[in-house]
């Protein structure tokens, strides 16, 4: 029989699923007996997994899960809907077909959350206890936070963000607009953590190679401005990305903000952060150098606008006592569990996994695929009054679609070391590969849905 390479693809991925399960098959056949009422807040990613993966270890579960929302999206397709590469219809499955049989779902939010108390509240009023908590809620997006635009604004003047499901269809236009008129393009990140740092670079080198496929790269300027004080930070990749944007003329500039967007004007306001040593005379007159956070304000004009709001830890889990309390994960709430065994770190009866989790590694569903074994067995053991034994080394992975046909696969742990997972070993991950673009176009989204979610892989 002659193969296609779409049939190809699928009998790989069938191959890599069967493996996938028949590896955690032997697992599931062990089941345990454990007594508790689970309940999970956010059924998104990590949640549904987490839901779904229970379900097969525990033999009489007892399992309630609040999430107020209809659709389960797969975000990482966000990007490609922006750049064209899916239709909208493709990223998303409604929710009660991807939770699994045999829990509870309150279709509703939690409003707040007393950890000490073992409850919570919804916004329906309803109060509910448990006796171990799984929290899933993601993260916040705080468009409050830039000036000017609205999630329900995106678009206007041209200003747009790939983070929102309607928003990335609006941008997708306006990059062709973009690249049919001649313009600057600007794109933007955030200073805040944010889920997938990787995708807002993404859609601004898939710009540049459609630019260059219709012969109008000459009419384009495209500009990035990174919050951040590098590109990107994990020694193998950064190296080729920065070469890629040098070879490619993107513009890039770092330590850059942005506050807020005159939409109407089409200019974008950004700060300029910049550590330097000021002079400064101390109350005994003498002189001494310090260092001083200086911000300069600036304004770009655009024709076409990338950005992303800062995120945070949702307001119910800043307020709920579960957060950080110091260091750098406190600022803005995320939750303060032990980046090993991902059990919270006073309240034991608690964990947490996903974006809104306070560990220093990115947030992507990669890295929730790699959190979830672990955060299950850590949370059966707790159930059983045994320490956790898992333990979490902060694997995540970025695969950065550099144009439409190549992806630099980031793939590191806590360290920043690369953990290149088979059988990309075999290649030189340092650099883009086309590969891992089928990796990417083909096989991830069926993974999430019928693997990840499922509880299988
Ligand atoms: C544009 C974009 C590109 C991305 N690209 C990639 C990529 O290439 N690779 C990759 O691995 N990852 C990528 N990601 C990141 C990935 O999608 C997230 O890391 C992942 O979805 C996080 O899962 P989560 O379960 O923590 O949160 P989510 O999947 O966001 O789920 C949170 C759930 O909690 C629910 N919830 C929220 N508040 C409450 C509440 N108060 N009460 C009850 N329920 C609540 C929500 O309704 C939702 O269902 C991308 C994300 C975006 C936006």
Redesign the pocket.
């Known amino acids: 029989m002659k193969m296609n390479r779409r049939s190809f693809l699928k009998a790989g991925l069938g191959g890599a699923v069967l493996l996938g399960a028949a590896g955690t098959a032997c697992h599931y056949l062990n089941m345990i007996d454990v007594k508790g009422r689970i309940l999970i807040?956010?059924?998104?990613?990590?949640?549904?997994s987490f839901a779904a993966r229970l379900m097969r270890r525990i033999s009489n579960p007892d399992i309630t899960l609040?999430?107020?929302?209809d659709r389960?999206?797969?975000?990482?397709?966000?990007?490609f809907i922006?750049s064209g590469v899916f239709e909208a219809d493709q990223v998303w499955k409604p929710?009660n077909k991807c939770l699994p049989d045999g829990i509870k779902w309150i279709k509703?939010?939690?409003?707040a959350l007393d950890p000490v108390k073992q409850q919570v509240r919804?916004a329906g009023g309803e109060t509910v206890e448990y006796d171990f908590l799984v929290l899933?809620?993601?993260?916040?997006l705080n468009w409050n936070m830039v000036e000017g635009i609205s999630q329900d604004t995106l678009g206007v003047g041209n200003a747009h963000c790939?983070?929102d499901f309607v928003g990335?269809q609006r941008t997708w236009p306006a990059i062709q607009e973009l690249v049919k008129k001649g313009g600057r393009g600007v794109y933007t990140d955030t200073w805040t953590k944010h889920?997938?740092g990787?995708?807002p670079k993404?859609i601004c080198m898939l710009t540049e190679d459609l630019a260059r496929r219709e012969g109008r790269r000459e009419a384009v300027q495209l500009d990035y401005y990174c919050s951040e004080k590098a590109l990107y930070d994990v020694p193998l990749y950064t190296p080729r990305l920065l070469q890629i944007y040098e070879e490619r003329g993107i513009g890039l500039e770092v330590n850059h903000r942005v506050t807020g967007i005159d939409t109407a004007a089409r200019k974008v306001y950004l700060e300029k952060h910049e550590k330097q040593l000021v002079k400064e005379t101390d109350e005994a007159g003498v002189e001494q150098e310090v260092e001083k956070d200086v911000v300069t304000p600036l304004v770009e004009d655009y024709d076409f606008l990338s950005f992303v709001p800062p995120q945070s830890a949702?307001d119910?889990v800043k307020q709920s006592g579960l957060s950080w309390t110091e260091g750098k994960l406190a600022r803005d709430g995320w939750v303060m569990v032990d980046q090993e065994t991902l059990i919270h770190k006073t309240f034991p009866n608690v964990v947490s996994?996903?974006?809104?989790?306070g560990i220093p590694t990115s947030?992507?569903?990669?890295?929730?695929?790699k959190q979830l074994p672990i955060a299950v067995e850590n949370l059966l053991c707790v159930m059983q009054g045994k320490e956790p034994t898992e333990k979490y080394n902060g694997y995540?992975?970025?695969?950065i679609v550099t144009d439409y046909g190549h992806v630099l696969l980031c793939e590191f742990d806590y360290n920043k070391d690369a953990d290149i997972t088979f059988p990309f070993s075999l290649l030189d991950m340092s650099k883009e590969q086309r590969a891992a673009w089928w990796l990417?176009k083909y096989f991830?989204k069926p993974m999430f849905f019928h693997g990840m979610l499922t509880g299988y892989m």
């Open positions: 807040v956010g059924g998104g990613a990590a949640g549904c609040i999430d107020p929302a389960q999206y797969y975000q990482p397709g966000f990007t922006a929710m509703d939010s939690v409003v919804t899933t809620p993601g993260l916040q790939i983070y990335a889920k997938c990787g995708a993404k949702p119910f996994l996903g974006d809104v989790a947030k992507t569903s990669a890295a929730i695929r995540a992975c970025c695969p990417k991830l």
